[in-house]
């Protein structure tokens, strides 16, 4: 009960955390950066791998405290790599005001919206799929 406790007071400070002013690692508008360098710029590949690196690292977690929370997961198990950077991406310009936000809050908010996910804590079922 006190792991479940704490993975709720870790999930809930994620969606609810401090503008980028505030310390944290990685702001929506250094992540929009990374996410949308064109292809013939000479950082598109490691910028590219920084994007993935860290919306993959967000869904991991984050589907990891679903699977310790007994919660159904939210990303579907086809989805590839490319198709969570596009979902983030597409979030990020549709919420060009929230850009100033940590951008793992703003990973969790494109997948709960790309995949009609129910946000951690929020007391609700996200739909099943199984898992991967």
Do not use: W
């Not at 709720?8 to 250094?30: F, N």
């Not at 989805?79 to 597409?90: A, E, F, I, S």
């Not at 549709?94 to 009609?116: K, Q």
């Amino acid at each position: 009960m006190l792991k479940r406790l704490m993975c709720l007071v870790l999930a809930a400070g994620a969606l609810h955390a401090p503008p980028a002013q505030a310390g944290i690692y990685l702001s929506g508008t250094d992540l929009y950066a990374d996410c949308s360098v064109p292809k013939d710029n000479p950082v598109y590949y490691s910028r590219t791998e920084r994007c993935t690196g860290f919306i993959t690292g967000v869904v991991d977690a984050t589907e990891g405290l679903r699977a310790m929370l007994d919660l159904p997961y939210c990303v579907p198990p086809e989805v590839t790599l490319g198709q969570l950077n596009g979902v983030v991406l597409t979030y990020i310009e549709a919420h060009p005001n929230t850009r100033n936000l940590a951008a793992a809050s703003l990973v969790l908010s494109a997948l709960t919206e790309g995949y009609n996910c129910t946000a951690l804590g929020s007391g609700e079922a996200a739909p099943a799929t199984p898992p991967r």
